[in-house]
C-alpha cells in the first residue's frame, strides 16, 4: 500500500511515522502533489500554528490539491483544524473540507488550556471506530476545538464542554486526538484507516 503523509509546516510525522510503522507499513513524507494524487491513503498529521501552517500549504499550491483528493484521508490535531473553514487562531482561513469552525477554548480557570492528556472518546458507527470498545481513551494536545456538527462522528468533553473528536465528510476524515499516541485504541484506529476505510 502507497501511504503518504502531506509534508508541510507542522510537526509530529515522526511519531505518525513510527506508529505506522508498529502495524507493519512504511509511508512517504512529500509536499509533492503527483506523488499525493497517487497515494491509495494520504494522513495530514499536524502541531503547529494555523497560519504559518496554512501560508505552507498556499505556498506548495498544496491548498488546491489536497481539497479534490479522492482517496481516503485523514487529518490529525492541526490537519484536522485545518480541514475546517475557518480558525480563530490568528483568524486563518481553512481549506473548508468541513463546513464547521475552529474556535479557542474559554473555560473556568479551573480548567487547563491547552487540553493535554488522556480522554474519553464517544464514537457513532463509522467503519473508522471499527472494534473499539466503550469506553475508549485517546490523547490529546490543542488549544483550539471544531464544535459539534452534523459532520462530527466522534466527540469528547472538557470542562463542561462537549466538541468534535472527529469528523467525517465522505473520504475526508479528522481526528482531533492523536491516534499516534493514543496506544491500543490509535492502533486500531491507524488500521482502520488503512485497511477497513473504503471510498470510490
Request: a negative charge; hydrophobic letters at 40%.
Amino acid at each position: 500500500m502507497n501511504i503518504a503523509l502531506v509534508q508541510y509546516n507542522a510537526g509530529n510525522i515522526r511519531s505518525v511515522l513510527c506508529a505506522l510503522n508498529r502495524l507493519g507499513y512504511e509511508a512517504e513524507v512529500t509536499d509533492d502533489p503527483k506523488r499525493l494524487d497517487v497515494a491509495d491513503r494520504v494522513i495530514f498529521p499536524g502541531v503547529g500554528e494555523a497560519s504559518s501552517a496554512m501560508a505552507y500549504l498556499q505556498e506548495k499550491g498544496l491548498d488546491s490539491v489536497l481539497v479534490n483528493l479522492r482517496q481516503p484521508f485523514l487529518g490529525i490535531c492541526l490537519g484536522m483544524q485545518l480541514m475546517c473553514s475557518h480558525s480563530e487562531e490568528h483568524d486563518t482561513k481553512g481549506l473548508g473540507l468541513f463546513d464547521a469552525p475552529v474556535k479557542k477554548f474559554v473555560l473556568d480557570p479551573a480548567y487547563k488550556v491547552p487540553h493535554m492528556g488522556w480522554n474519553t472518546l464517544k464514537v457513532s458507527a463509522d467503519p473508522l471506530f471499527s472494534g473499539l470498545n466503550a469506553p475508549s481513551w485517546v490523547y490529546f494536545v490543542h488549544s483550539y476545538y471544531v464544535p459539534l456538527s452534523s459532520q462530527t462522528i466522534g466527540t469528547t468533553e472538557y470542562g463542561g464542554l462537549e466538541f468534535s473528536a472527529a469528523l467525517r465528510r465522505d473520504n475526508f476524515f479528522g481526528c482531533q486526538f492523536h491516534p499516534e499516541k493514543s496506544g491500543d485504541v490509535g492502533e486500531v484506529i491507524l488500521k482502520n484507516f488503512l485497511e477497513v476505510v473504503t471510498w470510490t
